[in-house]
């Protein structure tokens, strides 16, 4: 599913319009992308949780070359699902 899919199934689920859902759907986004930039978590009971994580830096190396490459920290995105997205991926099956 692509985002102009959900957007769709959005105003069909909430019967709005599809330039309301896009809206709706554009400020989650945003919002979410802000508050895990601010370094804080966005918690959606049932759902799941996006956060943020520390990767520490490391050495790797380059395929083409085997160069030895320091590769710096840096925080990343993570979603964990909550039990009820879990249950209902699980009882698909």
Partial sequence: MNKQELIEIIAEKSHTTKSDSKK??????????????????????????????????????????????EIPAKRVPSFTAGNTLKEAVQSDK
């Fill in 24 to 69: 709706m759907l554009d400020a989650f986004l945003e919002t979410v992308t802000e508050t895990l930039a601010q370094g804080d978590s966005v918690q959606l009971v049932g759902f799941g949780t996006f956060k943020t994580s520390e990767r520490n830096a490391r050495s790797g190396r380059n395929p083409r070359t085997g160069e030895a490459v």
